[in-house]
């Protein structure tokens, strides 16, 4: 069964701190795979995608980055304002999107 | 450019009702995604529609239904709601699938 796991539930971090979120994945037949964060009472903003293992994007404090059983987002000298709710999906052979169940990244100033 | 609207925002409805939610695509995206988020099961795909046409379906009952119109509008409804159907329902649009979906703030559902 086609499945997204994402690790932590939640990370606490010191403003500045580096560290990575992880989302592992079975599924047959990768399309691709998404990133988007979400902030309470809004819907998923979206931040990368990622198609074939090697591949990195960036974006500010972000970079991602895949292989073939996960990602990794990594986020350098983390703001405040990146405090909110981290998703992965991945596309399936079908097309369709299998969400993992989010990390709640907390940055304290 | 304007994002995707959804309405309303917010909506509460009686167990047996049915309701419709309404999405507006941003202009010149042609696939328009539903999917229910709960927090027990997080973010669970409903349908998609692409230029009129469902091209996907999750796994949900039959209750749940979907069209998209000419210009892309969509809307979905939930027939005999069930107290289990409260959850934030959220539309997404796209150029096309392998493009990143761009969310509307979703419609807030609460059945009692």
Known sequence: ????????EA?????????????SYTVSGLRGLFWYR??????????FTLYSAGEEKEKERLKATLTKK???????????????????????????????????LIIKP | KA???QTPRYLIKTRGQQVTLSCSPISGHRS??????????????????????????????GRFSGRQFSNSRSEMN???????????YLCAS???RYYGYTFGSGTRLTVV
């Open chain 1, 11 to 23: 990370l606490r971090l010191q403003e500045g701190e580096s560290s990575s979120l992880n989302c």
């Open chain 2, 32 to 61: 328009v995604s539903w999917y229910q988020q709960t927090p027990g099961q997080g973010l669970q795909f409903l349908f998609e529609y692409f230029s009129e046409t469902q091209r996907n379906k999750g796994n949900f009952p």
């Open chain 2, 78 to 88: 939930v027939s005999t709601l069930e107290l289990g159907d409260s959850a934030l």
């Open chain 1, 70 to 104: 996960e990602s990794f987002l990594h986020i350098t000298a983390p703001k405040p304002e990146d405090s909110a709710t981290y998703l992965c999906a991945v596309m399936d052979s079908n097309y369709q999107l299998i969400w993992g169940a989010g990390t709640k």
């Open chain 1, 1 to 8: 069964e086609d499945q997204v796991t994402q690790s932590p």
């Open chain 2, 3 to 5: 994002g995707v609207t």
């Open chain 1, 38 to 47: 979400q902030d309470p009472g809004k819907g998923p903003e979206f931040l």
């Open chain 2, 94 to 96: 796209s150029y096309d």
